[in-house]
């Protein structure tokens, strides 16, 4: 693979310079527009545009014609490259998602929702505080579970029902793990879906969307020799696409660019050959009803078998409810929790079937495509909570 950066005036010029250099089947990654020369304060300075293209060798050209076999090493190195990418976009993103909160005044859900959330957290107090005298084995794990930001009344029923059936507890015994997991058990809801027909990813910016569809497309491509293809209206993004295109052509699965919900009509009506169709879309501000009212439209439009919102779980409570309201609009049938490498914080296991009544279908525990996946399981995921749970009990 042969990666080249071009500075120009115009991407028109940059198109040029790519076809001779690298030829025909070069891929732009991306195209930022950079400052250059002037004096003080950047005074009489031209705009340039930096462009990244790609294109894969002549042997790998060759080797992925046959069926397909890609090496995980291209993945890794497409990976550093569109690392660097995306964190100019997740910048990007973040300053844009701050403007959207500050003009939006919505914020009379958010302010009711804290409410909501402070009583809730008075009722806490009442049952783990003085007034009750909780025992102090119990209050441990009720004080263990708020650290891992676990829904406060999840947290008061369980003490309720530790009181009721054990007076206190011993968190060192053994026996009490096994008592904790088949008491929040029923709590963590998870579904091992069949991956067929149309399925689309949803959620806001950043929190894996296109990472994750990556991974398991090359899972059922590259494991289960299923016939997949990607769409993607993720158009918004520069390069977006591009990215998704790259890793495509990596897995010789075929892709298609959509603009509209029209236009994704005509192409998924073109594919109907696909054992799945695995749909990305831009990533929505939960604050922006137009983004929100954009993303329906294209989901009414699709009519998916599945839809996957995708939830960061390093994301506040208070916004993870705001996320499951406002895309509940939208239709989702399954979660799947992100980065979950990336927080000690085991609350949104909880937390997510329980406010929204979806089942998790998949976790991701890191960057690598296609490695950091599972299916979730909810006997798996109880013990790995109950476990942390109880290991902050145990040594705070
Ligand atoms: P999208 O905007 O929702 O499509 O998000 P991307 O797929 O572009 O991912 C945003 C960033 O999160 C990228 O840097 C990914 O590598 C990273 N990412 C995705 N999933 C995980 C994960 O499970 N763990 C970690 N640590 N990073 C992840």
Redesign the pocket.
Known sequence: MKVKKYLVRDVAEAMKMIKEDLGDNAVILSTRKVKKGGWFFGLGAKTFFEVTAVVEDENHKKQSEKPKRIGREDIYKL?EIL?KN??E??QK?ITESKAIQASNNSNVTDEMEKIKEMISELKMMVISGKTTNIPPGIEKIAKSMQIHEIDNEVTSKLVEFLRMNYGDIDINNEEIEYKLIDYLRPYIKTEEVSLEGRIIFV??????????LAKIAARLALEEKKRIAILTL?TY?IA?AEQLKTYASIMNIPIRVAYTPQEARMHLNAMIDYDAILI?TA?RSQKNDLQMRELKAIVDTVIPEKVFL?VSMTARFLDIKDILRKFKEVGPTHVIL?????TNAMGPIINVPYTSNLPISFI????RVPE?IFVANTFELTKMVVKEVLNYARTS
């Open positions: 990976q690392e995306r964190q976009r997740l993103a959620g806001p910016t950043g929190v894996g969307k296109t990472t994750t993720d993004r977006a990305d990533g995708v992100t980065k979950l490498d990336e991701t525990n890191g960057q950091d």
